[in-house]
């Protein structure tokens, strides 16, 4: 009986069963902080990438100019390849989407 | 297939990285936790941010969550531990929320007198204490199951239990 009447004390206290607002709370601060972690580790990274490529460079910078003159024309080739695709693409390559 | 067994499967999604799993979690068991934290805050806005902060710092440990361990339990574990984490920080700004709690009128003013004094009478338990009541009297866990979501002897959680039961009947005049 006394056990009863507290736990109908208590029951004033109880939330609804379910609480759509309280659960996309919870579910939005999550997204966030995933992003916040995705993003943090893109920047490191590119940071990390960054620093590296500028460490080798001066032993990187002779073999990508000596490339870079006999692959020019290859790769205004493949650019102009990649915008012709991705302009048609949903008409002609529905697989691309 | 059992609560226990949908707990499980959800658990086992959720630790593999499923943020659908999480949220059916946190929908089975939102209820659960926001009830335990209002009973042991008294506020219930401060509850409702803890239960948010409980279910995120749930989702980090997720890999902690051993297999077959309740699933409720262990979120009000982390909400307990929330709870006084903020309790801690909070003690420099008492008298502030002594009165902001003072200017809390409308809350309060729909409580019935029984209602009030059992809280009054709940505010005075210890933490510890008082958390033991809000799980084991309010929301039918048993001893053991407190126990492990406090982080508390089994026997300490008896006597909580047992001291807390007998000063909320003594405040509301009833005898065993």
Known sequence: M?????????????PPAFDPAFSAAVIGKLARRRLLVDLAG??????????????????LEPLVSHLGEGMAPVAA???????????????VTPRLR | MSPGDIDRALVEAAQAGSTAAFSRLVDRHQKAVRAFLRRTCGDWATADDLAQETFLAAWSRMDRLESGASVRAWFCGIGYNKHLTALRSRGRERARENAYEADRPAAVASMSEERMAAERAL?????????????????DFSHAEAAEALNLPLGTVKSH????????????????
């Open chain 1, 77 to 91: 080739c493949a650019t102009l390849a990649a915008a012709v695709l991705l302009s048609l693409e949903g008409r």
């Open chain 1, 42 to 59: 893109l920047s490191g990274a590119a940071v990390l990438g960054g620093l590296i490529l500028w460490a080798v460079w001066p032993s």
């Open chain 2, 123 to 139: 505010a005075t338990l210890p933490a510890d204490q008082r958390a033991c009541v809000a799980l084991c009297l309010a929301a």
């Open chain 1, 2 to 14: 006394t056990d009863d009447r507290l736990k109908a004390l208590f029951a004033a206290d109880e």
């Open chain 2, 161 to 176: 239990v047992a001291r807390g039961r007998a000063r909320l009947l003594e405040v509301l005049g009833e005898s065993e």
